[in-house]
């Protein structure tokens, strides 16, 4: 199989590299990042998806989406497979599969989860939005570039099933994190917290496999001074995104938005920018209840 990848970055990049290590021609570009070793380098998005049985987007938003879009649509081969990656609105998604299934392609929208870490040894989960049939042909890619893919539904749902995961995460991220701050307060050991509640009803990815808390739990950035595997900023992206969608939809969703706004003092006005999600701890641990 023949596969145009658009985006080399952090994510793409290794995403690229193992469709390559699997045997698979894959052409690539990307207006900065370096080219994998496996794949071949391509001067424009036209020149890559030429003749491309199967197109992968990863890209920073929507709008870089449409624009690559624009580009990329009008070269694929009729049939093609248009798969992005990306995490990005709804609306973005869908109006790029429209414009995809008018040319002929087949396309699918499939963010994905598990980070750099993930992207890089080939663990990622993918959420899938479009047709059964795209599915069932971009599966093989799926498996090669991940460990479980889960079609969602129609154009637009993976993006959907993926904000909603983040925003879910992002709440309970904090909530970890404040619990240990006023674990610690009380006089609470760490340790015996943690075992308390990765066994427990507050039992959550966030204590049990990403556990904010150095020392305590598997390895996580925490452990090496918060240097990201998701950074705050890609959180506070994912958590906006998921209060535009809310808003569109007019859903009531309280704790997404306060988790939006404590990612966005963290990021913006706290020095959260560039550290893990997970630093939201010495974050709390730097503050008292009237700060």
Request: hydrophobic share 45%; charged share 20%; net charge negative.
């Amino acid at each position: 199989m023949s596969i145009a990848f658009i985006g080399l970055g952090n994510m793409g990049g290794p995403m690229a590299r193992n469709l390559a290590a699997a045997g698979l021609k894959v052409s690539g570009f990307d207006i900065a990042a370096r080219v994998p070793v496996g794949v071949k380098a391509a001067a424009s998005v036209a020149e890559a998806v030429n003749g491309a049985e199967t197109i992968i987007t990863m890209l920073p938003d929507g709008g870089t989406l449409r624009a690559v879009a624009t580009e990329a649509i009008p070269a694929a081969r009729t049939g093609a497979c248009f798969v992005d990656c990306s995490t990005v609105e709804v609306e973005n998604a869908r109006a790029v599969a429209l414009k995809a299934e008018a040319a002929g392609l087949l396309p699918l929208d499939a963010p994905v989860s598990g980070g750099t870490g993930g992207a890089t040894a080939g663990t990622l989960t993918f959420m899938v939005g479009g047709s059964e049939l795209a599915f069932g042909k971009v599966k093989p890619l799926f498996d090669i570039m991940g460990r479980k893919a889960v079609h969602c539904g129609g154009p637009g749902n993976g993006q959907a099933a993926k904000i909603c995961n983040n925003m879910i995460l992002g709440a309970t991220m904090i909530a970890t994190c404040e619990a240990f701050v006023l674990a610690d307060r009380l006089g609470l050991d760490r340790q015996a917290m943690f075992d308390v509640v990765s066994t427990s009803s507050g039992y959550s990815w966030s204590m049990n496999a990403y556990c904010p808390a150095p020392g305590i739990g598997p390895n996580s950035p925490s452990d090496n001074d918060y240097r990201p595997g998701f950074s705050a900023d890609l959180m506070l992206k994912d958590l906006r995104l998921s209060q535009c969608a809310a808003e569109t939809v007019g859903a009531d969703t309280p704790m997404g938005r306060a988790a939006t706004e404590l990612y966005r003092g963290f990021v913006e006005r706290e020095g959260g920018a560039g550290k893990d999600f997970s630093a939201m701890l010495p974050r709390f641990e730097a503050r008292t209840r009237e700060s």
